[in-house]
């Protein structure tokens, strides 16, 4: 696999637990306390008030909320959908940016994004002291915002509520967010009624915090984490595993270095726009052979 390879790898990822099972663990068993508490014994309503997202809450000095907020549904036998959703979208991107992120940035990319779309939320909803936000969809954007950046055009098929989707992740975070901007100002901005519990101001902030994400701790990484450019050519079957042409007489001879760097950077971005199971047997022992020879450095 593509997250096996020593360059596409955080260093403590081997040795993490699996955040993506712990934080579906953590969403699943908030859900079903404040379930069997407030649905069928009527109480625990004050302890949601303090931990639920609110002007009140945080001009009352309890910045906790901007991270429990992710993980209170009011009315939980009602919320089912929204917390089947958070699950799937958590399940889905967490597990593909795990073996990339390591655990620990992986729960520190969804706590950001709940903090920042809790705080955009606020910053939108602050002269209504009666809204109130809960859920984690804002961490799901932020996971998502961070894949579609990593792996902007690899094909991505799943099931979404017995529906097959198709669709590349460049595209899936460019329609999302569109669609939650004229949310935004729709609902938001102009104030008309919202047809049930919406926050795009919090989505949206989910998004800017993968963005942010990407663009401080991988945007500068290499051809891996870069959008794809245009296709090349496949190497010709004879083609020795390192020769690199030279096209004009004047250039220096490269040394065997750089040209283990070429190739590398061709076969990434080949894996970015084609996807793993396009490489040839001879370009995946390029790969093994430049773990071995990077690694000596």
Same mark, same amino acid.
């Given at each position: 696999?593509?997250?096996?390879?020593?360059?596409?790898?955080?260093?403590?990822?081997?040795?993490?637990?699996?955040?993506?099972?712990?934080?579906?663990?953590? $969403?699943?068993?908030?859900? +079903?306390?404040? =379930?069997? &508490?407030?649905?069928?014994?009527?109480? /625990? *309503?004050?302890?949601?008030?303090?931990?639920?997202?609110?002007?009140?809450?945080?001009?009352?000095?309890?910045?906790?909320?901007?991270?429990?907020?992710?993980?209170?549904?009011?009315?939980?036998?009602?919320?089912?959908?929204?917390v089947a959703a958070v699950v799937f979208g958590?399940?889905?991107?967490?597990?593909?940016?795990?073996?990339?992120?390591?655990?620990?940035?992986?729960?520190?990319?969804?706590?950001?994004?709940?903090?920042?779309?809790?705080?955009?939320?606020?910053?939108?909803?602050?002269?209504?002291?009666?809204?109130?936000?809960?859920?984690?969809?804002?961490?799901?954007?932020?996971?998502?915002?961070?894949?579609?950046?990593?792996?902007?055009?690899?094909?991505?098929?799943?099931?979404?509520?017995?529906?097959?989707?198709?669709?590349?992740?460049?595209?899936?975070? $460019?329609?999302?967010?569109? +669609?939650?901007? =004229?949310? &935004?100002?729709?609902?938001?901005?102009? /104030? *008309?009624?919202?047809?049930?519990?919406?926050?795009?101001?919090?989505?949206?902030?989910?998004?800017?915090?993968?963005?942010?994400?990407?663009?401080?701790?991988?945007?500068?990484?290499?051809?891996?984490?870069?959008?794809?450019?245009?296709?090349?050519?496949?190497?010709?079957?004879?083609?020795?595993?390192?020769?690199?042409?030279?096209?004009?007489?004047?250039?220096?001879?490269?040394?065997?270095?750089?040209?283990?760097?070429?190739?590398?950077?061709?076969?990434?971005?080949?894996?970015?726009?084609?996807?793993?199971?396009?490489?040839?047997?001879?370009?995946?022992?390029?790969?093994?052979?430049?773990?071995?020879?990077?690694?000596?450095?």
């Open positions: 696999m593509l997250s096996d390879r020593f360059y596409m790898r955080d260093p403590g990822a081997d040795k993490n637990t699996n955040a993506v099972g712990w934080l579906v663990a953590s $969403i699943i068993a908030a859900f +079903v306390v404040e =379930l069997i &508490f407030l649905t069928w014994f009527g109480a /625990g *309503a004050s302890t949601l008030r303090s931990l639920e997202m609110s002007v009140p809450n945080l001009q009352h000095g309890r910045v906790w909320t901007v991270f429990t907020y992710g993980f209170i549904h009011w009315n939980s036998s009602q919320n089912l959908l929204h958590v399940l889905i991107f967490g597990q593909k940016l795990l073996p990339v992120l390591g655990s620990a940035r992986l729960i520190a990319v969804y706590a950001a994004s709940l903090a920042t779309g809790a705080l955009a939320w606020a910053a939108s909803n602050w002269g209504h002291p009666g809204a109130e936000l809960f859920g984690g969809m804002a961490g799901v954007y932020g996971l998502l915002a961070v894949y579609a950046c990593l792996f902007p055009d690899q094909d991505s098929r799943f099931t979404f509520f017995f529906f097959p989707v198709n669709i590349k992740p460049r595209h899936l975070l $460019i329609g999302l967010g569109l +669609v939650e901007f =004229l949310a &935004f100002v729709f609902y938001e901005r102009y /104030g *008309a009624e919202k047809p049930f519990a919406y926050a795009p101001s919090a989505h949206l902030g989910g998004i800017a915090a993968g963005l942010l994400y990407y663009r401080l701790f991988h945007a500068a990484a290499g051809p891996a984490f870069a959008p794809p450019p245009e296709e090349r050519p496949a190497p010709s079957r004879q083609r020795e595993v390192f020769s690199t042409p030279v096209k004009e007489a004047s250039l220096p001879p490269a040394t065997p270095r750089d040209e283990l760097r070429a190739e590398l950077d061709r076969i990434l971005d080949k894996i970015n726009s084609q996807g793993l199971s396009a490489l040839t047997s001879a370009e995946k022992r390029v790969l093994d052979q430049a773990k071995n020879h990077l690694s000596r450095r």
